[in-house]
């Protein structure tokens, strides 16, 4: 079926550098893309969105890309400090039939900021 | 705005018993609200989507009458694990939005921790 996946499970980044986080995507018709932060044993926090009309955009520290052609989604985190250490997750909604307003979430990667 | 609880946050209990969780918004009317499962280390599977005052809609795999959902209010649903057992055990999230649409946002409660013995 279709799916959303993550290319890096794992990110290790120092305190200061920006990260980025990818997100492959296999349903095209999806036109909603969302990332989440989960701290551990809490729930997701949305941190921003992007319609597929977009290419890209930006938020407070954090900036997603969105490359329809090869169904590729990003998010990137400038400076980055330890309280953005968490596991991230994409999540896309393709809005069709039953499933409106139902998201389907990526794997997780789990970004780790060295002090 | 927008905050959504869960209780309780943590829960063991003896397996062949039944559990239920309620998931609260505090200071907004949720049309819609969504329950998920999540394994140590995995995703969130979306396990139901339910709309207030009708039944649940319940994604393939998943059992309706083990798991029963309830939203009888616009800010409180309630998920029944019934007759649970060991591979119940899991980590369930709720989140609930204003409306159906796909561009309308979901806030998730904090989970609850379910352990069966």
């Given at each position: 079926g279709e799916s959303v996946g993550l290319h890096l499970p794992t990110l290790s980044v120092q305190e200061g550098d920006n990260s980025i986080i990818n997100c492959a995507y296999s349903n095209?018709?999806?036109?909603?893309?969302?990332?989440?932060?989960?701290?551990?044993g809490k729930g997701p926090q949305f941190i921003i969105d992007i319609r597929s009309n977009m290419d890209k955009r930006q938020g407070q520290r954090v900036t997603v890309l969105l490359n329809k052609t090869v169904k590729h989604l990003s998010?990137?985190?400038?400076?980055?400090?330890?309280?953005?250490?968490?596991?991230?997750?994409?999540?896309?909604?393709?809005?069709?039939?039953?499933?409106?307003?139902?998201?389907?979430?990526?794997?997780?990667?789990?970004?780790?900021?060295?002090? | 705005g927008a905050v959504v609880s869960q209780h309780p946050s943590r829960v063991i209990c003896k397996s062949g018993t039944s559990v239920k969780i309620e998931c609260r918004s505090l200071d907004f009317q949720a049309t819609t609200m969504f329950w998920y499962r999540q394994f140590p280390k995995q995703s969130l599977m979306l396990m139901a989507t339910s709309n207030e005052g009708s039944k649940a809609t319940y994604e393939q795999g998943v059992e309706k009458d083990k798991f029963l959902i309830n939203h009888a209010s616009l800010t409180l649903s309630?998920?029944?694990?019934?007759?649970?057992?060991?591979?119940?055990?899991?980590?369930?999230?709720?989140?609930?939005?204003?409306?159906?649409?796909?561009?309308d946002t979901q806030y998730f409660g904090p989970g609850t921790r379910l352990t069966v013995l």
């Amino acid at each position: 079926g279709e799916s959303v996946g993550l290319h890096l499970p794992t990110l290790s980044v120092q305190e200061g550098d920006n990260s980025i986080i990818n997100c492959a995507y296999s349903n095209s018709a999806s036109d909603y893309f969302i990332w989440y932060k989960q701290e551990s044993g809490k729930g997701p926090q949305f941190i921003i969105d992007i319609r597929s009309n977009m290419d890209k955009r930006q938020g407070q520290r954090v900036t997603v890309l969105l490359n329809k052609t090869v169904k590729h989604l990003s998010l990137q985190i400038a400076a980055t400090q330890p309280g953005d250490s968490a596991v991230y997750f994409c999540a896309e909604n393709s809005g069709g039939g039953g499933s409106q307003g139902n998201l389907i979430f990526g794997k997780g990667t789990k970004l780790s900021v060295k002090p | 705005g927008a905050v959504v609880s869960q209780h309780p946050s943590r829960v063991i209990c003896k397996s062949g018993t039944s559990v239920k969780i309620e998931c609260r918004s505090l200071d907004f009317q949720a049309t819609t609200m969504f329950w998920y499962r999540q394994f140590p280390k995995q995703s969130l599977m979306l396990m139901a989507t339910s709309n207030e005052g009708s039944k649940a809609t319940y994604e393939q795999g998943v059992e309706k009458d083990k798991f029963l959902i309830n939203h009888a209010s616009l800010t409180l649903s309630t998920l029944t694990v019934t007759s649970a057992h060991p591979e119940d055990s899991s980590f369930y999230i709720c989140s609930a939005s204003y409306g159906a649409g796909i561009t309308d946002t979901q806030y998730f409660g904090p989970g609850t921790r379910l352990t069966v013995l």
